[in-house]
């Protein structure tokens, strides 16, 4: 299966530039996977650059793993991560994500010096 980049899942959730976002269809058409890393960076672009709130990060998270084209890296993962920013929103989509990664590996606890982080079931304060 083909994958994206970053800016292909930016393009397909901003829908802010009427050429890219044909090519980007046009390229997903046919199946894509995203990888963690790549959501990751989506994630924080719409946050940074397009000023997207928590509330429309997981929306757009939710509406990634519905996308009839799209496979998400592990989504069940992304999933529980999309679940745990919503009880949490101050904390950064990709912190989340960490921790659930981190969970289904089964290498907890995660350590941190990030407070707001450690209050993440899984995570544990240095």
């Given at each position: 299966m083909r994958a994206v980049d970053t800016?292909?899942?930016?393009?397909l959730v901003t829908r802010d530039?009427?050429?890219?976002?044909?090519?980007?269809?046009g390229f997903v058409?046919?199946?894509?996977?995203v990888p963690h890393l790549v959501l990751a960076e989506a994630t924080w672009v719409l946050t940074s650059v397009y000023d997207r709130s928590p509330v429309e990060i997981a929306a757009a998270v939710?509406?990634?793993?519905d996308h009839q084209h799209l496979a998400l890296q592990d989504s069940?993962?992304?999933a529980a991560a999309v679940a745990s920013f919503r009880r949490r929103p101050a904390?950064?989509?990709?912190?989340c994500l960490?921790?659930?990664v981190t969970r289904k590996a089964?290498?907890?606890p995660l350590g941190t010096f990030d407070r707001s982080l450690a209050r993440l079931d899984g995570a544990e304060r240095l």
């Amino acid at each position: 299966m083909r994958a994206v980049d970053t800016n292909v899942l930016v393009r397909l959730v901003t829908r802010d530039d009427a050429k890219q976002v044909a090519a980007a269809e046009g390229f997903v058409a046919r199946g894509a996977w995203v990888p963690h890393l790549v959501l990751a960076e989506a994630t924080w672009v719409l946050t940074s650059v397009y000023d997207r709130s928590p509330v429309e990060i997981a929306a757009a998270v939710e509406m990634l793993l519905d996308h009839q084209h799209l496979a998400l890296q592990d989504s069940e993962t992304v999933a529980a991560a999309v679940a745990s920013f919503r009880r949490r929103p101050a904390l950064g989509f990709s912190d989340c994500l960490v921790v659930e990664v981190t969970r289904k590996a089964g290498h907890l606890p995660l350590g941190t010096f990030d407070r707001s982080l450690a209050r993440l079931d899984g995570a544990e304060r240095l």
